[in-house]
């Protein structure tokens, strides 16, 4: 297998201010536990090696998977809602830059609302019609 990377910043929502401490796991697809990671004082992870195909795969007309393989992520943070990026596509020799934002909770909230976001691969894979994510965030209505 080859080899492609993803960092991960953590910021307080509009992006205001990086946070540290926040606690970073990356996932499989099958939701195994590759990485338990923390922000720093500057809200980054540090850099992570994960395990995709080969970029080689890319450049073969007749190959017919996908050249990439998908990670997740979800990140905690006391007094945050939590949030879960999935299908984080992951290329060979590629360095992916995953921002997290996370909400702070509001009043007296003890569980709050988690935000689910889903990447996807990129445009030039989509088979069919492709639809816009719709991200979770409760201040937002659509």
Known sequence: MAIGYLTMQARTAHDAL???GVRVTVLDDEQNRIYELT????GETRKVPLETMDKSYSQNENFTG?????????????????????DIPIFDGESAYLPLVL???????????????VVGGPEVSAEGEREL????????TM
């Open 133 to 140: 994510p719709m991200y979770r965030y409760p201040f937002l």
């Open 66 to 86: 996908t050249p990439y393989v998908i990670y997740n992520v979800s990140a905690q943070a006391e007094g945050f809602d939590s949030v879960y990026v999935s």
């Open 103 to 117: 909400i702070p909770m509001q009043g007296q909230e003890r569980d709050g609302t988690p935000t689910e976001i």
């Open 39 to 42: 922000t720093d004082e500057n």
């Open 18 to 20: 990086p946070l540290s």
